[in-house]
């Protein structure tokens, strides 16, 4: 029985063998990523019943976004092959021009995923699952796709299941900021769990200091809110419960992905019942362990690796 739904668009990501501009790059190497489908794997390797929704293209790189999902064990029943649109695709640019970071260059307009509409979500799940999950991107996608996310929205307030966003606001996918703020707010106000960054937030609500961020989204009614800090660790808050966590200090490879593994732990320790803290710390862990590789799926771990982790730096 699906107990998370993530909706979104599952992308195939080539990331450079070398750091430096793609144009001198010769090797580049094939990924599963996006970030509702990263949430949908991390939530599967810790053992919890986790199915994504979206569209794929009828094409080989859809075929190996289903079969990978799959073979994470992720419900893919209602992941749809669309043949009017290509499966979306990205590439990483490491360590150019800033150092430690790296950038994201998308080829998916007009993409499968990007053509998500409302009759892509179907009710059966919503019935027993207990969080539905996506991030600020997938209504950056389309019309349709944005109504598919209020649809989605409705349905999950409609059977009790707690809504979960994470901002993502990725500005080169928006018309304008001003758009972005207009489709995400109605949105997070009807949000249970928020996952957020100083950047988005300055965007949505003018605050930028993780305190402040937290008061104002509970303010809106948003009962668990997760401010990521990066190299900082995160913080959050729910109902009374106050919770911050150091990152640990890794050799970076490639950042991208690290909000997700942190989202998506979280999520599946919420699920598992454990506390705000033990949830918090376990998520910062493994948003610092997926930047140690290229790939955002890779090293998310399994439960029983998640615990090994964890005494080892919560001993
Ligand atoms: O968080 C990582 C994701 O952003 C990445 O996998 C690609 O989903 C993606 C996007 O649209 O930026």
Redesign the pocket.
């Known amino acids: 029985m699906t107990e998370l739904i993530s909706l979104g668009e599952a992308?195939v990501?080539f990331n450079s063998l070398s750091r430096g501009p793609l144009r001198h790059a010769t090797l580049l190497e094939k990924h599963v990523?996006?970030?509702e489908a990263?949430v949908a794997v991390a939530v599967a390797r810790q053992g919890r019943a986790s199915a994504f929704i979206g569209r794929v293209g009828d094409d080989e790189f859809g075929r190996c976004i289903e079969a990978w999902l799959r073979g994470e064990g992720v419900d893919v029943r209602w992941l749809r092959r669309d043949p009017e649109g290509p499966t979306g695709i990205?590439f990483v640019q490491r360590g150019y021009p800033i150092p430690r970071k790296s950038t994201?260059i998308y080829y998916r307009r007009g993409s499968a995923g990007s053509r998500l509409s409302p009759e892509d979500i179907p009710e059966e799940p919503f019935k027993a699952a207990r969080i539905l999950h996506f991030t600020g991107?997938t209504p950056a996608l389309s019309e349709s796709a944005r109504e598919a996310c209020r649809l989605a929205v409705d349905l999950a307030v409609r059977y009790g299941v707690s809504v979960s966003i994470d901002t993502n606001i990725?500005p080169v996918l928006w018309r304008s900021l001003e758009d972005a703020v207009k489709v995400l707010m109605p949105l997070v106000e009807k949000a249970r769990i928020l996952f957020t960054d100083p950047t988005d937030a300055g965007i949505l609500i003018g605050e930028e200091d993780p305190d402040r961020i937290v008061e104002s989204f509970r303010t809106l009614g948003v009962e668990t809110v997760v401010v990521k800090l990066g190299e900082r660790g995160a913080v959050a808050a729910s109902g009374s419960e106050r919770a911050r966590a150091e990152a640990i200090s890794v050799d970076v490879e490639d950042p991208?992905?690290a909000?997700?593994a942190l989202a998506g732990i979280f999520l599946a320790c919420q699920l598992s019942g454990k506390s705000l803290y033990e949830s918090l710390r376990r998520a910062t862990l493994v948003g610092s362990l997926v930047t140690t590789v290229r790939g955002?799926q890779e090293t998310l771990p399994t439960a029983r690796d998640l615990d090994i982790l964890y005494r080892y730096y919560y001993p």
Do not use: F, P, T
């Open positions: 992308l990501q990523a996006g970030a990263n990205y994201m991107i990725r991208i992905g909000g997700d955002d």
